[in-house]
């Protein structure tokens, strides 16, 4: 089994809909990473969190250490959302990454 | 545009060829990063680097190699190629390495044929 692992692997919606990705981890961790991987490749950080809530714009991350669990959501979905998000985490005392398998969001207009 | 830059974009060799991937952190970042991202096996970490010295190793094969010079700046020595290597290279720099934000450059993307 991964140690972090991500649900769904595919998403679709349509414009303007709430969406929610998961990712639960069995390790001990640090800090959880999201990452956005656009259809061109390029890696984008989104948030980093070991406690808590962000937000930033449209997207909310949240986390719940001791469900060793966090969701990634997306309000007011747009076609320009299409991406592949990543969750990764920094093991407890720990500084490399360990990835989720992805989530492939596709927004339709 | 996330202040890391890699070198080159694109590659295409031969097996058994030897490539060099170079990767220059943000300006004040002293930490970098090298990850595979292969279509069978998703993004693995490979190697990390603070200031000149390795610091952690993961999943990385003894044909591949890698040194932060003085400058910062990173190269990613991949030997001995195969088809299996075939996948994008991204470096990713943060300021010190102790599990903070990273940030990731656009990617080399290598293809041995």
């Known amino acids: ?109 | 545009d996330s202040g890391v830059t890699q070198t080159p974009k694109h590659l295409i060799t031969a097996t058994g060829q030897r490539v060099t991937l170079r990767c220059s952190p943000r300006s004040g970042d002293l930490s970098v990063y090298w990850y595979q991202q292969s279509l069978d096996q998703g993004l693995q970490f490979l190697i990390h680097y603070y200031n000149g010295e390795e610091r952690a190793k993961g999943n990385i094969l003894e044909r591949f190699s890698a040194q932060q010079f003085p400058d910062l700046h990173s190269e990613l020595n991949l030997s001995s190629l195969e088809l299996g290597d075939s996948a994008l290279y991204f470096c990713a720099s943060s300021v010190t390495g102790a599990g903070e934000t990273q940030y990731f450059g656009p990617g080399t993307r290598l293809l041995v044929l």
């Not at chain 1, 959880?32 to 061109?40: A, E, K, M, R, V």
């Not at chain 1, 948030?47 to 001791?66: V, W």
């Open chain 1, 1 to 109: 089994k991964n140690e972090v692992e991500q649900s769904p692997q595919n998403l679709t919606a349509q414009e303007g809909e709430f969406i929610t990705i998961n990712c639960s981890y069995s390790v001990g961790i640090s800090a959880l990473h999201w990452l956005q991987q656009h259809p061109g490749g390029g890696i984008v950080s989104l948030f980093m969190l070991s406690s808590g809530k962000k937000k930033h714009g449209r997207l909310i991350a949240t986390i719940n250490i001791q469900e060793k669990h966090s969701s990634l959501h997306i309000t007011a979905s747009h076609p320009r959302d299409s991406a592949v998000y990543i969750c990764a985490v920094f093991k407890a005392a720990g500084n490399k990454l360990t990835f989720g398998g992805g989530t492939r969001v596709l927004v339709k207009p």
